[in-house]
């Protein structure tokens, strides 16, 4: 973690100027993933209005204007704030929502968050499902959530992510592209009045007059763009601990 730190301070961020800034920062991470799962698990399931009181919604209308094309949008988020919370606000404002994920927090608690996923109507899928199945529920109007930051990929292009050459997941850029639909860019946050911000701020799409490898490059790059200027926004809620570099790439 600290080593991304590092990397990121590299690039100027203002707040990790400093070893004992970064020491600081990787504190408060660890602080903001604990109060995430707190936030998951004592989240209140839907009322009959499917509301969440403690949310706020920007740029909503980004997702509305990419839904009303008949198709879906994936969308394309890094682990910041109460990033699960997020999805289940998505369920709740009625749209048929699908996450790709790996085992989360740890094994013995993977279940427990699969099942309140599906409770909430959040349909689970794996790697191992493949393309196809997202690749369908695109095109009948779902939306397709990726954490993009993570580890859970079968396919990565390289893009510049905090100054370095960075294996990304081409699974956005490869969805959209297949079911031709648009890509958004979005991430929550937690505000210091302890309310949730979802975000979508951004949308990109495939462009077909383009040799497939050259497209897919080019929305990857987006996606990579769209990572690095919200995480560094919100560092000290950034929860991805795995060295996202080769130590002796770092600087």
């Known amino acids: 973690m600290l080593d991304n730190l590092a990397q990121i301070a590299a690039c100027g961020h203002p707040e990790l ?12 991470m660890f602080e903001s993933l604990q109060l995430s799962w707190i936030e998951y698990f ?12 403690s949310l706020d919604f920007r740029g909503a209308e980004l997702l509305y204007r990419a839904l009303a094309r008949g198709r879906g949008a994936v969308i394309a988020a890094p682990h910041l ?4 919370v997020a999805g289940l606000a998505l369920a709740r404002l009625g749209l048929e929502v699908h996450a790709v994920t790996g085992v989360q927090i740890h094994p013995l608690l993977a279940r427990a968050m699969r ?6 109507g959040v349909q689970i899928r794996t790697p191992g499902d493949g393309f196809a199945p ?4 695109l095109r009948r109007g779902a939306v397709v959530v990726l954490l993009v930051d993570g580890d859970v990929f079968s396919r990565s292009l390289p ?21 031709r639909v648009p890509i958004l860019h979005a991430h ?20 077909p007059s383009l040799a497939l490898r050259e497209d897919l490059t080019r929305l990857t790059t987006l996606v990579a763009q769209s990572q690095e200027r919200n995480i ?3 560092v000290t809620q950034w929860c991805i601990f795995r060295p996202l570099w080769e130590p002796a790439d770092a600087a």
């Not at 099942?115 to 909430?120: L, M, N, P, T």
């Not at 893009?159 to 079911?179: E, N, V």
């Not at 929550?188 to 462009?207: C, K, N, P, V, W």
């Open 81 to 84: 704030g109460s990033w699960e």
């Open 188 to 207: 929550a946050a937690r505000g210091q009045d302890g309310r949730h911000r979802i975000s979508f701020d951004g949308l990109d799409e495939a462009d």
């Open 115 to 120: 099942d309140r996923k599906v409770r909430e």
């Open 159 to 179: 893009a510049p992510f905090f100054g370095r050459a960075t294996p990304f997941p081409a699974g956005p850029a490869i969805l959209a592209r297949r079911a």
């Open 42 to 53: 004592a989240e209140r399931p839907a009322d009959g209005n499917r509301r969440t009181g």
């Open 232 to 234: 560094a926004a919100h």
């Open 134 to 137: 997202l690749v369908l529920a």
């Open 17 to 28: 100027s400093s070893p004992e800034a970064r020491e600081r920062a990787a504190r408060r």
